[in-house]
């Protein structure tokens, strides 16, 4: 029961982390609200549910399945994000602050809206199901154990990466252009450039937790890709605090686990599970703003640092 | 030909309740600053809320009514003192971001309260009116008249009292309006009782027009912001213009393509708009 509930939550804990620390990247160095989050999530997971899936038969409405090995699913997938990431972001990175947010947002309802009606792409709303995925046996693990050292793998290491490029001279240049555009425009930086290649870099990750997500749920149906995913993101940058990458990631796993902790205990009725749905979905509500009302990470950090 | 002009009539009616549904919501952004997306939950509110009176209570449909636009006005106007009032020195960005959090809050309050399933209303059924070959319910027709009678009296008030130029006054610059003698505090209340009543009246035409689920309120806000984005956010007199466009471009879609596409035309009228005219279709340089 305990150990479960620690390897579930490990597990969806690191996957979402890894969009946590995207997004920390996007916003809390970049200056770039991304409330369409959910659009590289599901870009990523469709790329590796088409590249990997055998050819439609019987009642498949989809068009195309390609049948190619895991990896080759898996590298699509970030390959998928990064240019949605492009093709979203080269037209609307020029609008700022909240247009910015609402245009990323129209943008991952428009994908969502397609997802669900375009049979063609991944059977509509019935979504595609049996997902092909690598047998963590074949190297001598548990199902369940496989699946999270994979997303620790990869959160820790989109974290490592992250930390690198912030770290390096670019990470300055980053800096630089979320401060003082004009300022440094005239140094004779390109800012709209560094602006499109963070928004594309951080989306690439994305897209791989994208894949792994489906590798998961063996099942990629656009109810598992709604503006929820987004908020959920959202809810747990703030709660670590937004601005370093172990905060992000701890506030990911802090969101999950209280999540889980919802879903793992037993109910009598259907009633009373949903109201502990409910509540749980307002006590998430209720945090969010006590966070963002007192910052108690910034003061601490500040504390800490003086 | 008929069938034709049934859309476009359709997406008039569509579009005067995406008016009534959005107003406030520009309202808010323009006096306050910030884009509530925690604005179409208070649709939910009050429309449960009528709905509570009238079929759990067993009141006639107008007392109900009633009941939802205040209970929803005080507890818009509740929110806005608790939760967005000591967080506006943190910027807009804050403030959105925070909106998300009041719209998880109360949907999951009405969820919790409610539980799943479809509601209607108790009121007579809708008779429709037909003239040229063309159908409208009574129904439809009341939501056109609101539509009216709520832009033209919130223009009036804009324009005509003294509590509704404050309001202008401050929404143009607040510490110029403060230093000349406006109350800040009375002001900010009036708008937060106006928007939300506003959101009110519209949640109240949701529960005539529409069956009543939990999850509503959610899907009004993508409407909401696809028509406040086109109108210009912040400007209230386009917001009509923009409403009736996103409305009739929404059902007369569906004279070609699928039904299951309407939202995404509404969407991809903004990201067109945004992307050739980014201060919308009013034109202002309202976008900083």
């Known amino acids: 029961m305990i150990q479960s509930l620690i390897l579930s939550t490990l597990m969806f804990g690191a996957m979402f982390s890894v969009l946590t620390v995207s997004l920390n990247l996007q916003y809390a160095r970049g200056g770039m609200i991304n409330f369409g989050t959910v659009a ?13 899936q055998e050819p439609p038969s019987g009642l498949d409405q989809y068009a195309f399945g390609f049948d190619l090995p895991w990896w080759v699913g898996f590298l699509a997938a970030g390959l998928a994000a990064m240019l949605f990431a492009l093709v979203t972001g080269w037209p609307t990175l020029r609008l700022r602050g909240e247009y910015l947010a609402l245009t990323t947002f129209a943008f991952a309802e428009v994908f969502h809206s397609i997802l669900l009606n375009e049979r063609r792409i991944g059977n509509g709303s019935v979504g595609m199901a049996n997902v092909e995925r690598p047998d963590p046996a074949s190297i001598g693990l548990d199902d369940t154990l496989g699946y999270t050292l994979a997303a620790c793998a990869l959160m820790l290491l989109t974290a490592w990466l992250f930390h690198r490029l912030l770290a390096s001279p670019y990470g300055r240049l980053v800096d630089a252009t979320r401060d003082d555009e004009i300022a440094a425009e005239s140094v004779g930086k390109d800012t709209a450039r560094v602006r499109l290649q963070i928004f594309v870099i951080s989306a690439i990750p994305i897209g791989f937790a994208g894949a792994l997500y489906a590798m998961i749920t063996t099942l990629v149906a656009p109810a598992l890709f709604t503006a929820e995913v987004t908020f959920f993101v959202w809810i747990a940058l703030a709660l670590g605090g937004e601005r370093t990458i172990p905060g992000a990631i701890l506030g990911t796993l802090a969101l999950v686990f209280f999540q889980e902790l919802v879903r793992a205990i037993p109910f009598e009725t259907v009633r009373g599970a949903q109201i502990a749905a409910s509540a749980e979905e307002v006590i998430t509500g209720i945090l969010f703003i006590l966070v963002l009302r007192w910052q108690p990470w910034d003061r601490l950090s500040r504390k800490a640092g003086s | 030909m008929t069938l034709f002009l049934q859309f476009v009539l359709t997406g008039l009616v569509t579009g005067c309740f995406l008016i009534l549904a959005t107003i406030g919501f520009s309202f808010t952004r323009r006096v306050e600053g910030f884009l509530n997306i925690a604005h179409a939950e208070l649709l939910g509110v009050s429309a449960f809320a ?9 009141w006639h449909i107008l007392p109900s009514a009633a009941v939802g636009i205040v209970v929803t006005a005080f507890a818009g106007l509740a929110i806005g003192r608790i939760v967005y009032d000591p967080i506006r020195r943190l910027g807009p960005s804050v403030m959105l971001i925070t909106s998300v959090g009041v719209a998880y809050a109360i949907g999951g309050t009405i969820d919790a309260l409610i539980g799943t399933g479809i509601r209607t209303l108790d ?11 063309l159908r409208i319910t009574d129904y439809q027709l009341i939501v056109v008249v609101l ?10 008030f804009l324009n005509r009292t003294k509590t509704g130029l404050a309001i202008r006054a401050m ?6 309006a403060a230093s000349r003698g406006i109350d800040v505090k009375k002001t900010s209340r009036a708008t937060w009782l106006i928007s939300s009543g506003l959101a009110g009246v519209a949640g109240v035409m949701l529960g005539v027009i529409a069956t009543l689920s939990t999850d509503i309120a959610f899907h009004q806000i993508l409407q909401i912001l696809a028509v406040a984005i086109l109108a210009g956010l912040g400007s209230l007199y386009a917001v009509i213009v923009s409403g009736l466009i996103v409305g009739v471009a929404m059902d007369v879609s569906v004279f070609w393509i699928p039904a299951g ?9 903004v990201i067109l708009v945004l992307l050739f005219r980014p201060q919308g279709i009013a034109g202002s340089a309202s976008g900083k």
């Open chain 2, 147 to 156: 539509a009216i009678l709520c832009s033209a009296s919130l223009a009036l």
């Open chain 2, 171 to 176: 929404s143009a610059n607040p510490e110029l």
């Open chain 2, 50 to 58: 009528t709905w509570g009176c009238n079929k759990l209570l067993g």
């Open chain 2, 123 to 133: 009121i007579p059924l809708a008779t429709s009116i037909r003239f040229w070959g």
């Open chain 1, 40 to 52: 590289y999530f599901a870009a990523g997971a469709y790329a590796y549910a088409i590249f990997t």
């Open chain 2, 261 to 269: 596409y309407r939202p995404l035309v509404a969407f991809a009228v």
